[in-house]
């Protein structure tokens, strides 16, 4: 079965410094990733996927990830950050026809 | 409008009790999910149904029981309630070639139970 694991369960930054996100991936097939934010008291909306192609994604909100396939790994990036970017972060891959699987989440910190 | 809404937002109830959680998506999706969020943020789905069916289970509790009168419904109700039902449940929903991967949430209904 698939899995994410995300490595990094806070992160603090300061504004305007760049910062990475890292999610690794769990599987034998070919899958689909995807990165979900949640701001406080809110539900996920989803920040950027990975189904094929371009393995460098861009997103909503001036974020990137990029998809690694020989290190499984599809981590988040985004050059420049913003106070308003300060929400927690889950990194998903499918697994089956109807199901998206979590990672454990990261907590994103901006500080001024 | 809200395209994914949950009521009630909050719920603080007893040990023991029954209680429902009602969902409504106006997307015109198919497909309508329930994920269980726990204290530590992690996020595990409970339940999926395609046009009023019944797709994944994952292996909940029998007190959990969905029910989708039509496709743009899922409810939860949840029977003898326990502490460690306590979490926040986001219903969320989905166009039905699901590859795309897009969920669309509801804002979640935080449960306590006491």
């Known amino acids: 079965a698939q899995s994410v694991t995300q490595l990094d369960s806070q992160v603090p930054v300061f504004e305007e410094a760049p910062v990475e996100l890292r999610c690794n991936y769990s599987s034998s097939v070919s899958v689909y990733l995807f990165w979900y934010v949640q701001y406080p008291n809110q539900g996920l909306q989803l920040l950027l996927k990975?189904?094929?192609?371009?393995?460098l994604v861009k997103g909503i909100n001036g974020f990137e990830a990029e998809f690694n396939k020989s290190q499984t790994s599809f981590h988040l990036r985004k050059p420049s950050v913003h106070i308003s970017d300060t929400a927690e972060y889950f990194c998903?891959?499918?697994?089956?026809?109807?199901?998206?699987?979590f990672g454990q989440g990261t907590r994103l910190t901006i500080n001024p | 409008d809200t395209a994914v809404s949950q009521t009630p937002k909050y719920l603080v109830t007893q040990m023991g009790n029954d209680k429902s959680i009602k969902c409504e998506q106006n997307l015109g999706h198919d497909t309508m999910y329930w994920y269980k969020q726990d204290s530590k943020k992690f996020l595990k789905i409970m339940f999926s149904y395609n046009n009023k069916e019944l797709i994944i289970n994952e292996t909940v509790p029998n007190r959990f029981s969905p029910k989708s009168p039509d496709k743009a419904h899922l409810n939860l109700h949840i029977n003898s309630l326990e502490l460690g039902d306590s979490a926040v449940y986001f219903c969320?929903?989905?166009?039905?070639?699901?590859?795309?991967?897009?969920?669309?949430f509801g804002e979640g209904s935080r449960l306590t139970v006491l």
């Open positions: 998903a891959v499918t697994q089956g026809a109807q199901k998206l699987v």
């Open positions: 969320a929903s989905s166009q039905s070639d699901f590859y795309t991967g897009e969920l669309f």
């Open positions: 990975y189904l094929s192609g371009s393995t």
